[in-house]
Nanobody
């Protein structure tokens, strides 16, 4: 069974940086796209950044210039480098993989368990 395992969240002061990681476990053949979403208390889950296989990236306007998404295809891992963090970045961050093909089956849309990022002012 394939799982997405996130790490790297925590408590950080405003202006600081964090790097989130998300590794897909299992015998993975291919992943079309990987992305990071976040959900703040009382708000809907929103896309933060995504990267498709060809390397094209997409960012929410609120994080452009501050966050960078990257992938290590050999490790089936996606990263989110977050700089100049602000209190409004406080949320649970979720990893997402789309069109994941593995020995254990095909997953159209797979989610991680989430990792908390909290900003202190």
């Amino acid at each position: 069974q394939v799982q997405l395992v996130e790490s790297g969240g925590g408590l950080v002061q405003a202006g600081g940086s964090l790097r989130l990681s998300c590794a897909a476990s299992g015998s993975i053949f291919s992943i079309n796209a990987m992305a990071w979403y976040r959900q703040a208390p009382g708000k809907q889950r929103e896309l933060v950044a995504s990267m498709i296989n060809g390397g094209r990236t997409n960012y929410a306007d609120s994080v452009k210039g501050r966050f960078t998404i990257s992938r290590d295809n050999a490790k089936n891992t996606v990263y989110l480098q977050m700089n100049s963090l602000q209190p409004e970045d406080t949320a649970v961050y979720y990893c997402n993989a789309q069109n994941l093909d593995s020995r254990g089956g095909y997953y159209a849309n797979l989610w991680g368990q989430g990792t908390q990022v909290t900003l202190s002012s």
